[in-house]
């Protein structure tokens, strides 16, 4: 669908290649910008999934969906005879 509307945008602007040319330009700063973003996060989530809890016979593990940009560090262990599940942050 997006290629559709930008397909008749371009339409409606006559094809111009200067047009053309700045779309493709900020499609890649954008795409620059989000994997920075995505490495911060990333990186923020990993100390976090490393945190060890002294009552928990488990841990921390993160969970990424670069393709959704879904991230989650999820607790998964034994506390006594109970499991432990949780899920502390989630982006």
Sequence with gaps: ???????NDVKQRG???????????????MG??????ENSILD???????IKYQNIDGG???IADK????Y???????QGQHFVHDCPHAL
């Design 72 to 78: 989650q560090v999820v607790t998964i262990g034994w």
């Design 1 to 7: 669908m997006a290629r559709d509307v930008y397909h």
């Design 60 to 62: 921390n593990q993160l």
């Design 67 to 70: 393709t959704n940009r879904r």
């Design 32 to 37: 620059k910008k989000i994997k920075k973003n």
């Design 15 to 29: 094809n111009s290649s200067c047009y053309l040319q700045s779309k493709h330009s900020i499609d890649f700063r």
């Design 44 to 50: 923020i989530l990993s100390e976090y999934a490393t």
